[in-house]
């Protein structure tokens, strides 16, 4: 249709004449982008649903291990460990799974000393409610992948900072859950995990000067580095242990699970 040589009155004559059918090419466009709405809803859904029902027994039964049970018990919940490594004292046992870790320093008659998990998937939050002395006995909802260490309601009593030939650890130690604080907590950031920490190129060159043990006061570098750095793994210690002068590991070796491959 020439358009030039129309009046107003004809191009307002076609223009009613073609709106049924502009009306209905907007309701199927309507409906089309509604059916992918619905679509893209649905299977956020399914998503969701199917990662909410994977990961709560996976919660349940992380929430039913326990320092001075029997390592058996681990195994039950947890299945075959991957590795095993002996060391002078203990001896360690590390369950792998997707989403998580979990180390046990187990002494000679097979009871658990120290265990700890670690978070490996930015959508695997375990949550530990922990008890804390500055805290006045509240509990505190830590969550693995998301809680980070300025978040914590108290001081910890002992940290640990460690960078050496390319790997990383960061630990703090809290006295806290058990009446007279008595059974010692570590939360930490172990390289083998998920891994999101601030910058920490100056703390490395003199770390012990950014924490004074016995004023239990921190610089302000190391109080930025802990309100950017998350938390990713949780230890506990067992209130019949003894382990001042021995160096643990808290989680897993990287160099030794990075053999393992995601499914």
Not at 3 to 29: E, G, T
Not at 85 to 113: I, K, R, S, T
């Amino acid at each position: 249709m020439d358009f030039q040589n129309l009046s107003f009155s004809r191009i307002k004559a076609w223009a009613l004449k073609k709106l049924f059918f502009i009306v209905l090419a907007l309701i199927v466009v309507a409906f089309s982008s509604f059916e992918t709405v619905c679509e893209g809803v649905h299977r956020l859904h399914n998503l969701i649903s199917t990662t909410l029902d994977r990961k709560s027994p996976l919660y349940r039964k992380l929430g039913s291990l326990s320092t001075d049970m029997h390592i058996g018990h681990f195994i039950d919940v947890l299945g075959k460990p991957v590795f095993r490594n002996a060391a002078p004292y203990h001896f360690e046992e590390v369950f792998v799974n997707d989403l998580f870790y979990v180390q046990a320093l187990v002494d000679p008659n097979g009871n658990v000393m120290v265990y700890s998990v670690t978070t490996r998937d930015k959508r695997f939050n375990p949550e530990f409610d922990i008890g804390l002395t500055a805290a006045k006995g509240k509990k505190f909802p830590l969550r693995l992948g998301r809680t980070k260490f300025g978040d914590l309601p108290a001081q910890p009593y002992h940290v640990l900072m460690n960078g050496e030939a390319g790997r990383f650890f960061f630990g703090e130690y809290y006295s806290m859950a058990n009446l007279g604080d008595y059974q010692t907590f570590v939360f930490s950031v172990n390289d083998a995990g998920l891994i999101k920490v601030g910058n920490s190129s100056n703390l490395l060159a003199n770390f012990y000067g950014h924490f004074d043990p016995y004023s239990l006061t921190m610089s302000e570098e190391l109080k930025k580095f802990r309100n950017d750095t998350v938390i990713n793994t949780y230890s506990v210690i067992s209130a019949n242990v003894d382990l001042r002068g021995i160096w643990i590991p808290f989680g897993p070796d990287f160099e030794q699970v990075k053999v393992i491959s995601k499914k």
